[in-house]
């Protein structure tokens, strides 16, 4: 269908004008709230407060949601919102990874706030056309696209009802729709979401950014917790942003040199490094692929070993050398020259409603291979591949996908399901045509691949109360942990990365902490306190990337040359001093590494206060299933018979000789459990909460983050435990 | 005996640290080694000999994605 047919049945619901305004020092100082029930758009001011608490980001998406939901408010019901937000130091273009956006709402699959960090143009053309953040409240009777002319100062909701609703053509759609010419396509970001994110719970949002020498707009992923799902629902079919005019400056900021001295720094030693450190620039993300393998953290038929023969053939360099187009500048907003986006050209599809069309795959990330690949037992590039691309344009979550695709072929393959209740489909580990197929049911909203959609969560409870599965089990295997599938490593042999799952704020996503090589490789965090001192620190360090609108990848994914010879390797001081920098440089204040961490702290108990403010976040809550702890089978026991044997006599005193493998498997259950527990009154401890979890009055006023409608959250809570 | 991260590894004769990543497997491309508290840069790894009760760290700079 062509442009104008799709444009001339727009339906103008509401036009809003607005006085374009300036960035100061990181902030535009308002922000932009639409309501697609009433159609109203107003602007609102951003308090002291807002800057001094909650920073930017997802502490500014946080704070909107909180203001917005009850504790009663569900992921579909109007109220919901979905908070879009930079960050002070978002939009820069001096240093890499500084275009990111973060996007918060109640989450379909975790029912508390989920947060999601995603790169394309959006963040930075939302800043530079007036606005700190974007939220949306409400639903929409009829599909709408929401409009925003940072140049001109208007927004608009319209009807649109022609527009197709997958990711890559409708980002093409829009992309050539708002652009006045092939050049000012790259004045265009586009959100998206996708067909299956109309039933799936763990549907995503595409974030757009035009390629001009590929000349096709790419997609990055705000990914987990089914933010695509909700977007849906309101009935959004996209959120397209117009801004001309991007250049270095933008931000106002108080001290320009500051930032450019460290970008300068990190550019050379990404220049002279990257090709002999992780590769960033040749494959992004999956350089680890096969270095998983080898460390036995890769995970294989849903999470029960940790490598496999036949890892090879996905490994990162059969995608550089047969997929992914090399020497482009990859980066996903201007000025990242660890250009990590990779993006495999011309890939011809094999099935869907697709099959035959040539199209640019963004990835695959490590994520991606790990969990639509050896997590399922496919060994296929070409499979991951299209995964990986229906995905993504039909608005799913690789993550969650690989990790539940993963779960009901382990319920398959032990007769837990079988054909008839899977609608035919065989799926066995290793059928990729079957993971496909039921991708394309999800985005038809039908079969067994509609309920793949919903989640490990819900599949557990469908398979124990029509199937008659033992409910025990499931909740072993079944790696899902407060509703959110578990991303794509092996934690068996990680207490503190049990920990970096289980102990977090959204989920287990592995954004607040990666400790394993420091734990189980490095044994540097030997004691329950060295794990709790990395679970507080990591966690909050990460945390600041999602409140100044950053990218992690190149605060570790990158190292400076004498980083071995320094205090704290893992921490990489040099790169904390540029992040010190950058935000003074930004806002011409003074803080310290320290009150870095302090801004994280505020923002990371805020979001445990809400999640016990929705009814959840007490250390129940916290509980992992058992796989990602240690084995839970005859099979996963005797593969690694000689370590697990090994570990009882010398870590449990026990003697594994004569025992039958269910008699050691109970034993290792058991010391695993309690270790787990004993990290967990560790961590808590050392976060200032108490032993359920609920963080102490003490600890709030400490951090500041002593507001009322916070203690009087807590309240209840500490007067119950002290009492009890 | 020698220890490898505060672990016990079994001592070879002519052991290097090359041999010894080797023989741990240990391919990821961004580790610091350290003999005895000496930090030994990857250009020497080949030639320097680990002794039988050395201390070592094989420390992998890597935060996960």
């Known amino acids: 269908m062509d442009i104008k047919t799709l444009r001339d049945a727009h339906k103008l619901l509401t036009e809003f004008k607005y006085e374009l305004g300036t960035v100061e020092r990181g902030y535009t100082n308002r922000t932009l709230y639409i309501n697609i029930s009433d159609n109203i758009i107003k602007s609102k001011p951003v308090t002291q407060l807002m800057k001094d608490k909650f ?10 949601l909180w203001n917005a939901v009850t504790p009663e408010t569900k992921w579909n019901d109007p109220e919901n919102e979905i908070v879009i937000a930079g960050g002070p130091i978002c939009g820069i273009t001096q240093y890499p990874g500084a275009g990111k956006s973060l996007v918060c709402t109640i989450s379909p699959l975790t029912h508390i706030p989920i947060d999601s960090n995603v790169g394309g143009y959006f963040g930075p053309y939302l800043k530079f056309s ?54 000012d396509k790259k004045n265009i970001s586009v959100i998206s979401a996708g067909t299956a994110s109309d039933y799936a719970n763990i549907g995503i949002l595409n974030f757009s950014f035009y390629d001009l020498r590929r000349q096709v707009a790419r997609l990055k992923q705000a990914g987990r917790g089914g933010i695509g799902r909700v977007f849906r629902d309101k009935k959004i079919k996209a959120i397209v942003i117009k801004f001309k005019g991007t250049k270095g400056n933008l931000n106002n900021p108080a001290n320009q040199s500051l930032i450019n001295k460290a970008g300068i720094k990190l550019h050379k030693q990404i220049h002279d490094l990257d090709d002999v450190q992780c590769r960033m620039r040749k494959i992004g993300t999956a350089n680890i692929i096969e270095i998983m393998d080898e460390y036995d953290l ?21 995608f550089i050398e047969k997929y992914i187009t090399q020497n482009m500048p990859d980066g996903c907003w201007y000025g990242c020259s660890l250009s990590c986006a990779k993006a495999a050209d011309n890939f011809e599809l094999k099935t869907g409603p697709y099959k035959g069309h040539k199209v640019t795959i963004d990835g695959p990330e490590y994520e991606n291979a790990a969990g639509l690949g050896a997590n399922c037992g496919i060994f ?36 837990i399901i079988n054909k008839e209740i899977t609608g035919g489909l065989e799926l066995n580990f290793g059928n990729g045509f079957a993971q496909l197929e039921l991708l394309h049911q999800m985005s038809r909203g039908e079969g067994f691949g509609y309920l793949v959609g919903l989640g490990v969560r819900r599949l557990k409870e469908i398979f124990v109360r029509d199937y008659g599965a033992d409910p025990n089990f499931l909740n072993d295997i079944g790696m899902e942990q407060k509703g959110l599938e578990v991303s794509e490593y092996l934690p068996k042999e990680s207490l503190a990365q049990q920990g970096g799952y289980g102990l977090t704020n959204k989920g287990p996503q592995h954004d607040e902490a990666w400790l394993i090589f420091m734990d189980m490789v490095n044994n540097q965090i030997p004691t329950f306190e060295d794990k709790a001192e990395a679970l507080h620190y ?5 945390t600041w990337f999602g409140l100044m609108g950053l990218c992690k990848l190149p605060w570790n994914d990158t190292t400076p040359a004498n980083n071995a010879e320094t205090d704290e390797p893992a921490k990489i001081p040099e790169h904390v001093q540029n992040y010190v920098d950058l935000f003074n440089g930004i806002t011409g204040m003074n803080i310290d590494k320290h009150e870095l961490i302090r801004q994280s702290e505020r923002v990371y108990n805020f979001q445990r206060v809400f ?15 058992y796989r990602s702890m ?50 967990t009154d560790a961590v808590y401890k050392r976060r200032g909460w108490t032993p359920n979890g609920v963080p102490t009055i003490e600890h709030l006023k400490e951090i500041g983050m002593d507001l009322p409608e916070v203690i009087e959250v807590v309240k209840p809570h500490l007067q119950q435990e002290a009492c009890c | 005996m020698i220890k490898v991260n505060d672990r016990d590894f079994e001592w070879e004769e002519g052991l290097t640290v090359e041999k010894l990543l080797e023989k741990k497997r240990y391919v990821f491309p961004k580790i610091i080694v350290k003999v005895n508290g000496e930090l030994i840069k990857k250009e020497d ?10 201390d070592v760290k094989a420390i992998h700079v890597f935060g996960g994605g």
């Open chain 1, 611 to 625: 999640n016990i403010r929705m009814g959840k976040g007490l250390r129940k809550h916290d509980a992992m299933p």
């Open chain 1, 538 to 542: 990591f966690p909050m360090f990460r």
């Open chain 1, 298 to 318: 890769l995970p294989v038929h849903n999470y029960q070993y940790g490598s496999h023969p036949d890892t090879h053939k996905i490994e990162s360099n059969v």
């Open chain 1, 380 to 415: 296929d590039p070409e499979i991951i591949l299209e995964a990986n691309f229906y995905c993504d344009t039909y608005g799913v979550d690789t993550i969650s996908f690989g990790t539940i695709c993963a779960f009901v072929m382990e319920c398959y393959e032990r007769g």
């Open chain 1, 55 to 64: 920073i930017g980001g997802k502490g500014f998406g946080l704070w909107y």
């Open chain 2, 45 to 54: 790894w080949a030639k320097t000999i680990i002794n039988d009760g050395d």
């Open chain 1, 130 to 183: 007036g606005w700190d953040a974007l939220e949306i409240q409400g639903k929409a009777e009829k599909d709408v696209i929401i409009y925003i002319d940072g140049n001109k100062g208007i927004v608009t909701i319209e009807e649109a009802p022609l527009e197709a609703i997958d990711g890559h053509v409708i980002s093409e759609e829009l992309t050539e729709m708002y652009a006045d010419s092939e050049e």
């Open chain 1, 630 to 679: 240690g084995p839970v089978t005859v099979e996963e026991y005797e593969s690694r018979q000689e370590r697990y044997d090994k570990q009882l006599r010398e870590l449990v005193g026990y003697d594994p000789e004569g025992k039958t493998t269910e008699e050691k498997i109970k034993v290792m259950r058991t010391y695993r459990e309690d270790q787990y527990e004993k990290l």
